[in-house]
């Protein structure tokens, strides 16, 4: 069974830094694109970032850019997302999800449970 | 990146049919058939209803249906039922930069 458990989220203040981890087991992590995608409270699903199977193809949203950076280590079958410099707009329920190519093609085939991050000083 | 146009909310009484529409470019849902559509319930996780335009993952009911003329790719769902009530969301493979996704806004279904 396919299971992604994230975790990582919390409570933060402006400006600060947080790091999301995404836990991947029942398939082979190492041959699929990884994506994050967030969902303001009340709102859609924004796409924050994904990363290739093998890291050699990286993307971010422009709201990400320059603040945020994707990760992964296929040894240990999970998923990162650094977040710096947060403000009061990144507060959203992060979901991981899986891609079903290890590159830039496909779709979302399984999702997370998603961990919140709230930015409020 | 600009995301989807979906409609805000749509309606229909048990066992109609509805049509959800997501409009795009020619960078994204009118130059690939690279259109999903995903279904969340509320406090849920999305889940996949539809890929590549038409096609439906096992164990979709196969009163999801999916389509694309253009830039616009649609949802129907026939025989609407009380469950099916949920927010829709569609996405597209986009060619603006690599790895990129694209998301509609989301449409709030209400089945009256």
């Known amino acids: 069974e396919v299971q992604l458990v994230e975790s990582g989220g919390g409570l933060v203040q402006p400006g600060r830094s947080l790091r999301l981890s995404c836990a991947a087991s029942g398939f082979t992590f190492d041959d699929y694109a990884m994506h994050w995608v967030r969902q303001a409270p009340g709102k859609g699903l924004e796409w924050v970032s994904g990363?290739?199977?093998?890291?050699?193809?990286?993307g971010y949203a422009d709201s990400g850019k320059g603040r945020f950076s994707i990760s992964r280590d296929n040894a240990k079958n999970s998923l990162y997302l650094q977040m710096n410099s947060l403000r009061a707009e990144d507060t959203a329920l992060y979901y991981c999800?899986?891609?079903?190519?290890?590159?830039?093609?496909?779709?979302?085939?399984?999702w997370g449970q998603g961990t919140l991050v709230t930015v409020s000083s | 990146q600009s995301a989807l146009t979906q409609p805000a909310s749509v309606s229909g009484s048990p066992g109609q049919s509805i049509t959800i529409s997501c409009t795009g470019t020619s960078s994204d849902v009118g130059g690939y058939n690279y259109v999903s559509w995903y279904q969340q319930h509320p406090g849920k996780a999305p889940k996949l209803m539809i890929y590549d335009v038409s096609n439906r993952p096992s164990g979709v009911s196969n009163r999801f249906s999916g389509s694309k003329s253009g830039n616009t790719a649609s949802l129907t769902i026939s025989g609407l039922q009380a469950e099916d009530e949920a927010d829709y969301y569609c996405s597209s493979y986009t060619s603006s930069s690599t790895l990129h996704v694209v998301f509609g806004g989301g449409t709030k279904l209400t089945v009256l």
């Open positions: 999800a899986k891609k079903t190519e290890p590159t830039t093609l496909g779709y979302f085939d399984y």
């Open positions: 990363i290739s199977w093998n890291s050699g193809s990286i």
